[in-house]
C-alpha cells in the first residue's frame, strides 16, 4: 500500500498544511484526472490531469498568473499572453510530450462549447514525457479524454502517483506522477493557502534527498533497479510541471515570484535541471475576481505588499518540496511499453532510514 | 490581377533584393501552403502555412533562432525550449487560432515518421484568428493538411495573398494573408540574405502607411467597406506572425535582435500592437550547421561581429515592412463565412495615390 | 529662433495634447535640468534631467513601472528590481554614459539625506553617449549637479533641445537632445494623460521621417554636415532614452506594454537601432498610489482593462514620435569638444519639405 | 582559526575540485579585494571585490556571460548589454549598495585610462547591503579603492570571509562574506573547470543547512545571538551575488543556463529569496576568444553540445553550494557601526553536529 509522505511520519518544514494537503485546499481549486491504461492494440499508460480553478469559473472570471521556465526542454501553451496580459483564463492540462497540442485544442473547443461569449482561445497546455513506459507514438489521447479530466475535477483529497497525466511518469529513476501539498500561512491577520501540484518526471537517483537525508545514494541500484537502461533516442528525456495555486491577492510580477520559488522545493529534493529536462512551473493568483465581463469597468483589486510576501515564498518551496515526495511515495511500481518496469520507492526502506537519521 | 509592391513600382528602401524576393532566396529555405477552402458542410477559409529550412533537414541540423514578441495576444509553441537552447529544430507552422495544437501534434508525429532516432518533439506552431471569414469553430483542418503543407514546400517564388494559413487573414483592414520579401547585403566582401514572411491580420486602415504616405485615410470607408462590422465576441482579434529568415552566422543572441527588428517594419506600415494582437517575431540564422549527429563532438561556428549587424537589421526593417504591403496588394476580396467580405486593397487607387506623393 | 515642431505646423496623429504638450502634462510629473557647459579646463557639453514624478513624493509613493531594451547597447540602473516588484521608487536621471554611477549613488545620498525612514537605494538612472561634443574623459559631473537637478524640478513647460542631459546629444545626424510630448485620451468618460519626454542621441540622417516625408534624404550632407566623420573608438555610439509617464492605472504588466509601445513612435521617425545605440524605454503610471507605509496594510489599487488600452498605446506612439521629432527642430547648433559642430535641422527647409509633400 | 569547509572535513558533492577550490582555478580569472576598515571619522566595514577574467585582458577580449535574477531587489549594472550582446567586456565587481555607482565610473575610467582605442564603457559592478555593521551612509569608498582592487587582484588561493566587497556582510545570521570554490569536470575527454564565487549577505538562521543536515536549526539565537535585533528601515534587507565561470566554450544561452544553476546550489544551503534581498547571479565563459580587433573579422567559435552540459550544471550547483558554506566557516565575528556584533559559526558546533550526523 502506498502511502503519502506525512503518512510515513516526515513533514516538510514548520509549516501548517491546509485540511487536505493539496492543491485543492485553495478555495475552488479542482483537480480531475483521465488515466489511460491498457495494453491493446498499443500500450497506453498515460492521460491527462487537470486543475481548474474558480470551480471551473476560470474561463470568464481570470486568475492572475505567471509562469518561470527554469530548464526550458519542454512545452507549455499559452505563455505569451501570460506574460502579456499577467493572466489565467483556461484550466491548466498536464499530459504527454507528444499530445500537448491535442489537449489543447480540446480545451479551445470546450472553451467555444460552454462559455461562447467569453471563449478564452489561448489556454494552457503542458508536458512531461512519458515514453519509457507508454507507447507514446501511438497517440493515445482524444478530446474525449480532455472533456472527461474536466468533467472528473473535484474538490477535496486528490488522486496522486500513477492517475492522469502522471501515469507513466519517473521520478528520481524511482516510478513518479503526480503530488500534491499545500500550506496555510498568516499574513497581518488574514491567512492564506498555498497549494502545489506536481507532474514529476525528472531527477537522478542519486541527488535524491528528503528532509536533507541522502536517500537517493542509500538506495542504490542494487536495492531498486533504475529505469532507463536503454534511454528512448540516446538521451534521458525527463521533465517536471509546477503549479502553484494560492488564494492570496497577488499581482502578475508576485504570481511570477511564486513560481521561481518552486525552484526552491524542486533543488532541496534534489532536482538540478538536467539538459533534457522541460521545468516549468506556473503560479496563479484567485484573491482577486478578473471576470471578463462588463468589459467596459475599471477593475478594482487587492494586493498584498512584497514585504509581506516571505511567508508565501516559504510556502510555495514546503508546498513543492512536499509535492514532489508524494509523487515518489504514492507511485506504486509499473510495467509497461516493452515489459519495461519503474519501481517505486520502497517504503519500509525509507522509513527505516529516516528513523535513523532524524533525530534533530 | 493582383500584384506585388514592386509590381507597382513602388520598392522600400534601398537595399537590392534576392532573386524572388521572397523568404526563400535564403539558401535551403522552402515555403508550403496547404489551403483550405469550401463552403460545405461548414465554411472553411484558412490552412496552414510552413516555412522548410534547410531543404527539410531542419529536423536533425538544427538552426539558431530567438523570438520577440511585441504583443503576446498569440500562440507559438516551442517557446521555452528555443529560450533555453537557442535553436530551432523544426519546421514553422502558421495555421488558424483554434488548430495551432493539432498543427503542433501533427508536425510531432512528422518527426517521430521522417527521422525517427533524433525526433524533434517541440515543434514550431504558430497562429493568427481568422474566425470573421472562417467558420474557425469548425476545426476543420487534420494530420493531413500538415502533411500535405510540408510536402507542397518548395524553393522559388512563393505563392501570396489567400493561401496557406493566410487565407482567411484580414490586415489593415483590407484582405490580408500572407507576404514574402527579401534583401542581400554585403559585410567585408561577403553577401548575406535576410528574407521574411508574414501572415498578416493585423491593423487599423486609418494607420496604414505605404512607404511613409498614409495610404489608409485616403482610401476610407468611403471607398472601400471596412470588415469587422461585427466583431466576434465584442472586440476585434488580430494578429501578425513574422519569420525572419537569414542565412549569416548569427548566434542566438544575434537572432533575437532580428526578430526583434522585425518591429521595425512592422511599425512603418502602420502596426501598433492593439490588445488583441498576437504579434510574435521569430528569426532564424542557417549560417551554422548544428547538426543532431554526432552528439559527442565540439562544435565549431562562425559567428558575425555585433558591430557588423546593422545592414541585416536594415534588411530585417525593409524586407517586414515590404512583406505585410505585399500580403495586402496580392490577397483578393474573398467572401467567407456568414457572406462576411474582405475586400483587398484597389490596386489602382494605390497606385494613383502613390504617384501623386512619391516624388521623393 | 528654434521651434517645437507644432509651431511649424507640423502635427502627429490626431489625439489632442495636453496643456504643455509635454510630460508635465502628466500630474504630479515634474522635470528639472542642470546643464553643464564650459570650455574650460576641458570643455563641458553635459548635464542631467531628471524626470520627477509624484511632485517628488516618489521617494516614499512608488509608481508602477516597467521598461522596455529594444537595443540594450546602454545603462540604466535599478532594473533588476523594477522586473521584480513593478514599481518605480525613485526620481529618474538621465545623463552621459561615463557618470550614470556617480549619478545613481547621488540619488541614493539623496533619498537617504532627504526621506531617512523609507530611503529608496535602488534608484533609476540611464544615460547616452555625448563624447562627440563633450569632452566625456573629463567627468564634469558631481551629486551637486544631481540635487541642482532635483531643485530645479518644474511642472510647466519644459525646456527642451540642448539641455540637461540632452546638452551634447546628436539624433538622426542633426543636433539633438530633449524632447517632451502629451496626449490626452478618453476611455469610458474618463480622461488619462500620456506623455513621453526622451534623450535622443541615435538615428540616420537618410532615414529620418517627419509624419512619414523622408525629409533625412532631402536634407543630405550637402545641405547640411553631418557630424562623426571621425567617430570615436572607430563606431558611432548612439542611444536613445525614452521615458513614458500616464496618471492611468496600470499595473506592472500594463506599464511594459506602454514601455515597449514606444518602439513604434520610434521606429516612425527613422530608428532601427543600430548596434550601437542603448535604446531603454521605461513607462511609469501614476494611476495609483503605493506608499512605502503604513508597511502592513494590503494595498487598494484600480486597473484599466487590457481591452480599454488601445487609445493609451495610440498616445504612446504619437507623444514618442512627436518628442524625438521635439528635441530636434529645438535643439541648436552646437559647437565643442575639438571644435566640433553638430548643425540644428534647418527649419526653413524642414517647413518648406512639409508644406509641399504634406497635402493629406 | 577560521577554516573552509573542507579542513572541516565536509566535502560537498562528489566530484574534484581544481587546485585552489576557488574560482581562481579557472584559468586566467584572478580575484582582488580592498578592503576598507576604520572606525574614525565615521565607521567602516566595506570594500570592494573584483572578479578579473582573462588576466586582466577582458577589457578586449571579452567573454561569453549572462546572468539570472532569482530575486531582483538589488543592483548590478551592464546587464541590458550582456543580454543585447551575451557578452562581458569588463571585471565584475562587488561592493556595497550605496556605493554601486562610483564604483562602476570609476570601472570607466580605468577602462579609457587603460584601454583607450577599445575603452568598454558598459562595466558590471554589483552590491549587496553592509549597513547593519558599515555606517553605508558615509560612502567610504573611492575611485582609487576601486583601481587597488583591480591592481591587488592575482590568481591561486582567494582570501574569504571579512574582505573586500564582503567586509561587511551577514549570511544565514552568522557572519558571511566572500566564499569561493571549484570543480573540475570531464566532457568527452576534455577537462573543464567551474569556479564559483559569492558575496553572501542572504538567508534566515533556521533554515541554514550543511550537506542537508539543519545545522541552523541546531545552533539557535540561545547559542549564539541574531544579528539584525533592529533591522535598519523596519526590515532586513540582503542578498547574494554569486559570480560562475568556466573554462568551457560555451555560448551566451549557455552561460544563462549555468547562472540559473546556481538557484540549485543557493537552495541547498537554505536560501529562498526573501523579498528583501538581491540574489543575482552572473556567469561568464571563457572557452572562447573574443577579441575587440580586429573588428571586421567574423569570429570562430566552439561549443560544447546542450546535452554535454550535466557535468557542468552539477558542478555549478556544487560549488555554489560550497561557496556560501566557504563564506560562513571563514568569516570572522566582527563588530561594527553602532556596536553591533555578527558572530561567525561556531566552527566546533558545526564540526559535532556534521559527525553526529553525518553517517551516510
Redesign the interface.
Known sequence: MRKRLRELGIEIGTLPTGKYNAITDVAGVLVGHRTVIYDEPRVARTGVTMIVPRNNEIWHNYAFAAYH???????????????????LGSAIAITN??????????M??YS?ENDY???F??PV?SET?DGWLNDI?A?HLTKEHVDEAIANSVSGPVEEGNVGGGTGMICHDFKGGIGTSSRVVEI?GEQYTVGALVQANHGDRELL?VD???VG??IGADKVPLPWITPP???RTSSIIIIVATDA?L???QCK?LA??A??G???VG??????S?D?FLAFATGNDLPARP????????????????PL??AT?DAVEESILNAITTAETMTGYMGRTAYGIPLDQLEEIMK??R??
Chains 1, 2, 3, 4 share one sequence.
Open positions: 521556465s527554469f530548464n526550458g526542454n519542454g512545452g507549455m501553451t499559452g505563455l505569451p499572453w501570460m506574460d502579456e496580459s499577467g493572466m510530450t507528444h499530445q500537448m497540442g491535442v489537449v489543447r485544442d480540446a479551445v473547443a467555444v461569449k467569453d471563449a482561445i489561448l497546455a514525457y507514438d497517440f497581518e534527498r536533507g537525508i541522502p545514494r542509500m533516442q540516446g538521451t491577492p499581482l502578475p510580477v515570484r521561481q520559488r525552484t526552491i524542486y533543488a532541496r532536482g538540478t535541471g538536467h539538459n533534457g522541460g516549468i468589459r467596459t469597468q475599471l477593475r478594482s483589486l487587492r494586493m498584498l505588499r512584497h514585504q509581506q510576501l516571505n515564498f516559504n518551496a535513523i537519521h533525530k534533530w
